[in-house]
């Protein structure tokens, strides 16, 4: 008997059993401790769970460690709840925690056995993993402003709730061909990537109208596509839509190719005539045609710094994380900082940066002055603003290469070398070619690679530049064929920045396509 493909056994351990069933052989296994079962672990990530990559683990320990990874509806986090995962992190996770592109935040380290505890703690605040990965619908990315921003074109809120219910724990949909990402945004920066989501709802005003760009298909990975912007809908019809997509992609993606099976690979078999006319019939909803809409170029899709809100009196204050990671002891900072000075909360960002909301004026430059001081960053260079980091090789089991302590110590370069620099630059460290730190739409990104140096083979980075977001003027990263050792990274950017500088151009990006796009010959190193 021939051996089964992944989509074989994937489908075959779905059919069998739903992911969202494996919760009680999580606490059977947690007081049991007997052997995990290999396809339960693949269940395990309905519910946020990964093993762990043995990377940083002394030889002697057998453990099986595992990542979990915290769904937070909205990217939001009250203070107490803030408190609730630096508890977390802390007595069991090494202090562990990493924001994600999704605006969940995850911790490392964990044991099966602490899990129910774990799942009792956040449940006692509201908090949930259910869905948290798997071939379900992810997390909903919003802006994180949403019903704060002054400037906003509308309040979703609602609509991200609307659809968190609809899909949350929803058998319907808990079996997908794979993973399936949606994002909302009212910002008036339009700051959630839209153009790269599988689904996403996108506000416009045309005069008082308010209307919805809905765009399908796009993704960064094995689907690496800028989304196609199918029509506008209005507010009512989102949730109509939503489910419909859903329904379409369940019953008519593919499920024998794991690497054909997102959502924008059936766009792109059926074309987006077709998918328009069945989703306009499983939906009952006429989607206006498209006709073209500005959008913000990627470098201004920010909130950092202090912001005004629709709360008279009251401000945002927008802060980087550079690589997205964040101990414990410092959660349990801010929690207390948040409850100290009256702030509503937080929500994270899809640029693993998080934004405090509704600060009262008179304490805000006192909580900015906090935050400073614990290591937070309210006005980030350049470089702490925009670069991302994935998990890599210290845990995740399809990294090549490190990448978070690699970002913080190249933006630390960077910021000693380039302490006045301010031309918007965006950087992603990514581990692996899974995309999970977004290398392909940003100024530089590096791409977890083998380098050799003589007869050295090194952990280190293939070199992509110029990937930008915009609308329809959207472009993905240039391959460069540049490789870089880790510790070759910072001073690479450093040369570019240089050479930047000494040009006649205006924009980075640009600059970096034009400069690799004409040179026949591109050395290794900097």
């Known amino acids: ?163 968190n219910n609809l899909y949350r724990g929803n058998p319907d949909f808990s079996n997908l061909p794979r993973k399936f990402k949606i994002g909302v945004s009212g910002c008036n920066k339009h700051c959630i990537q839209h153009e790269v989501q599988d689904l996403a709802f996108t506000a416009l005003k045309n005069g008082d109208e308010l209307r919805f760009s809905v765009s399908v298909g796009g993704g960064q990975a094995s689907n690496r596509r ?15 839509i939503a489910e419909a997509v859903a329904r379409i992609y369940r019953d008519s993606g593919r ?13 792109e078999d059926w074309g987006v005539e077709r998918f328009v006319a ?77 934004v405090i909301l509704n600060v009262h004026t008179d304490a805000t430059e006192p909580m900015i002055d906090t935050l400073k001081a614990v290591g937070f960053h309210p006005y980030p260079s350049v470089f702490e603003a925009r670069t991302l980091a994935c998990t890599g090789l210290n845990f995740c089991k399809f990294a090549v290469s490190e990448t978070k302590d690699l970002a913080i110590e190249v933006v630390e370069y960077l910021n000693h070398r380039f302490p006045n620099f301010y031309e918007p630059v965006s950087i992603s460290i990514n581990g692996c070619p899974n995309s999970c730190a977004h290398p392909h739409i940003v100024d530089l990104g590096f791409v977890g690679a083998i380098v050799k140096r003589g007869d050295e083979r090194l952990k280190g980075f293939d070199l992509i530049v110029g990937g930008h977001l915009e609308g329809e003027k959207s472009r993905f990263a240039l391959k460069t064929g540049v490789k870089v050792a880790a510790d070759e990274v910072a001073p690479l950017i450093e040369s570019l920045i240089h050479n930047f500088e000494a040009s006649n151009s205006t924009d980075f990006g640009n600059f970096l396509l034009e400069k690799y796009a004409h040179e026949s010959a591109i050395p290794s190193t900097p």
């Open 226 to 240: 800028i989304a196609d912007h199918i029509g506008y809908v209005k507010r009512r019809d989102i949730v109509k």
């Open 255 to 267: 499920r024998d190719n794991r690497s054909k099976a997102r959502l924008g690979h059936l766009v």
């Open 278 to 354: 069945e989703l306009e019939k499983e939906s009952r909803v006429e989607l206006e045609r498209y006709d073209g809409a500005p959008f913000t170029p990627y470098p201004r899709r920010s909130h950092f710094g202090v912001g005004a809100s629709v709360k008279k009196g009251y401000n945002t204050i927008g802060c980087a994380l550079t690589s997205g990671r964040i101990k414990g002891e410092n959660l349990l900072k801010l929690g207390r900082i948040l409850d100290f000075y009256g702030a509503e909360g937080i929500t994270l960002t899809t640029t693993q940066n998080f």
């Open 1 to 163: 008997m021939a051996s089964e493909t992944k989509a074989e056994r994937i489908e075959r351990i779905k059919r069998e059993k739903d992911g969202l069933e494996v919760i009680s052989d999580i606490y059977r296994y947690a007081s049991t401790g007997e052997a995990i079962d290999p396809e339960d672990i693949d269940r395990f990530k309905w519910y946020g769970i990964y093993t762990q990559n043995r990377n940083l683990q002394e030889a002697e320990d057998e453990t099986q460690y595992l990542m979990l990874r915290v769904k937070l509806d909205g990217g939001y986090i009250s203070a107490k709840q803030a408190e609730v995962l630096g508890d977390i992190s802390v007595q069991f996770a090494r202090e562990s925690g990493d924001i994600t592109t999704r605006q969940d935040i995850q911790f490392h380290w964990l044991k099966i056995e602490d899990l129910p505890e774990i799942l009792e703690r956040l449940s006692a605040v509201g908090l949930s993993v259910v869905g948290a990965s798997g071939d379900c619908p992810r997390n909903i990315v919003s802006c994180p402003v949403n019903g704060i921003d002054h400037d906003q074109i509308d309040d979703v809120r609602d609509v991200v709730v609307a659809l």
